[in-house]
């Protein structure tokens, strides 16, 4: 159902937004960084589309948030 893909899909942003959590801090690796943020964004591309497929609002601080991550991941 949308519901469970929902939930499993923002499951998956919040563990990869620990990961990068966990990355940034000491002794933290730029590489291993970037990969983790890669994810993230990966990850909150993923939700974004299914909240637009099931015709839900996409919340305007995921939409923000995703923004900025797009431009610190291209970098």
């Known amino acids: 159902s949308?519901?469970?893909?929902l939930a499993e899909l923002h499951e998956a942003m919040a563990t990869a937004q620990a990961e990068v959590a966990a990355q940034r801090r000491p002794?933290?690796?730029?590489?291993?960084?970037?990969?983790?943020r890669s994810h993230h964004v990966l990850a909150m591309i993923a939700?974004?589309?299914?909240?637009?497929?099931?015709?839900?609002?996409?919340?305007?601080?995921?939409?923000?948030?995703?923004?900025?991550?797009?431009?610190?991941v291209r970098n």
Do not use: F, K
């Open 2 to 5: 949308g519901r469970a893909l």
């Open 27 to 36: 002794p933290s690796d730029a590489n291993l960084l970037a990969i983790a």
């Open 47 to 72: 939700y974004e589309e299914a909240l637009t497929s099931l015709h839900l609002p996409v919340p305007p601080r995921l939409r923000d948030d995703l923004r900025l991550l797009r431009r610190v």
